[in-house]
């Protein structure tokens, strides 16, 4: 069975820094590519990054690129998701995934809560 579980998220102030993990089991992990996803109320879940199965590319959202970092530690079963400098918008719940530009789980679970806010 197929299990992520994302930890991490907080209440932090604009200008702040969260380092989200999601915690992977059930599968051969190094084989995929992994991913963070985050769904914000009032909009649509959107790719936040992407990483492939050895860590060695990975692609970012444009409104994400350069405050946050993708990473993967694959004797550990588990990819980050370090968010500096954030901003209100970044306000969402977060979750992870295979897959690198799609998801290819067939669920989705709670994520981690992220809030910023003064």
């Known amino acids: 069975q197929v299990q992520l579980v994302e930890s991490g998220g907080g209440l932090v102030q604009p200008g702040g820094s969260l380092r989200l993990s999601c915690a992977a089991s059930?599968?051969?992990?190094?084989?995929?590519?992994m991913s963070w996803y985050r769904h914000a109320q009032g909009k649509e879940r959107e790719l936040v990054a992407g990483?492939?199965?050895?860590?060695?590319?990975?692609i970012y959202a444009d409104a994400v690129r350069g405050r946050f970092t993708i990473s993967r530690n694959n004797t550990k079963h588990t990819v980050f998701l370090q968010m500096n400098s954030l901003q209100h918008e970044a306000t969402a719940s977060y979750s992870c995934?295979?897959?690198?530009?799609?998801?290819?789980?067939?669920?989705w679970g709670q994520g981690t809560q992220v809030i910023v806010s003064a």
């Open positions: 990483i492939s199965n050895t860590g060695s590319n990975t």
């Open positions: 059930g599968f051969t992990f190094s084989v995929f590519a």
């Open positions: 995934n295979t897959g690198c530009r799609q998801p290819l789980g067939r669920s």
